[in-house]
């Protein structure tokens, strides 16, 4: 395949053929390009298959313009890749986990330079989840054209073949676990690096609250240098499509266990603010185009990636049961809503 045109794309096929036997890599879907050119959508897996045990998930590249947010998925697969040559305790911890990751969902949109899919379509408004409440002109999805941004696709249309390979990924690695977590890696919004949970679509709290806010809760006491902003989605705006609300809402359906996904949304004006020009590039409105800030991007995530694949590991000492479960909804209610 011509994959000249996307160095994150270049740089997956490496740590896939790098990697070699030690990660299991496979075409999901292929995303058609003008001129006959066909990308491919990836999944790498690693880790115990066993679906008794708990996944992390890690997905970038929903959006072609945030590359940054690939970029932090595949700096912490490479060294996954680099570690399992010779970290004997990696090798112990992943007995217990698995781990999925999709670091480049939306590659035609990341060849083209566009936030949306090749079809005009933006991934994180195309799933069937509809809003209730009044969303936001436009940014909260737009059914319209597929000339202006944030457009649905049209309505009853099958989800886009980059929300299909999520959905049978996601569907087959992680919602048939006991419990399963994952972060999506996202930038542009403000200033502050946020983790959102659900929902996107309604203001109400997420059945699993007391789940998220002992996740957090662990996070800070075991980081307590922390910069992040947890929150839920609809605190900053309601979208309708949201993709993650939409998987959230089928692992409930089916029941099997829990699954808690993130979003990671780095918040780009810290780095405009330090670099004004990149006000008038596309790409630096959600990117750090200097090479020291970028290294610095690329380092301050790892850790939470890196936490999250503990957290799953470790789920049964840390989610909350009975009385505890219920101190965690009410503080999490209280933080919140
Ligand atoms: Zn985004």
Redesign the pocket.
Known sequence: MNTTAIPELIALERIIELAGSRVEARVVRSVNMQGGRALPVYAVTLGNPDPSLPAAGYFGG??G??RI?AEVVLAYLQSLVMRLQWDSTLHRQLESVRLVFMPLVNPGGMARGT?ANPQGIDL?RNSPAQAQDPVPFLVGGQRLSARLPWYRGKAGMPMEPENQAVCEVVAAEMLPRPFSLSVDC????GATDRIWFPYAHTRAPIAHLAEVHALKSIFAQSNSHHRYIFEPQSVQYLAHGDLWDYLYQQACVQGTGIFLPLTL?MGSWLWVKKNPRQLFSRHGI?NPLIEHRQQRVLRQHQQFLDFLSRAACGHTLWLPQDQARGQHHAQALQAWY
């Open positions: 929903v959006h313009l945030e947010g936030r994180m996202h930038s542009g919004f949304e959600f």
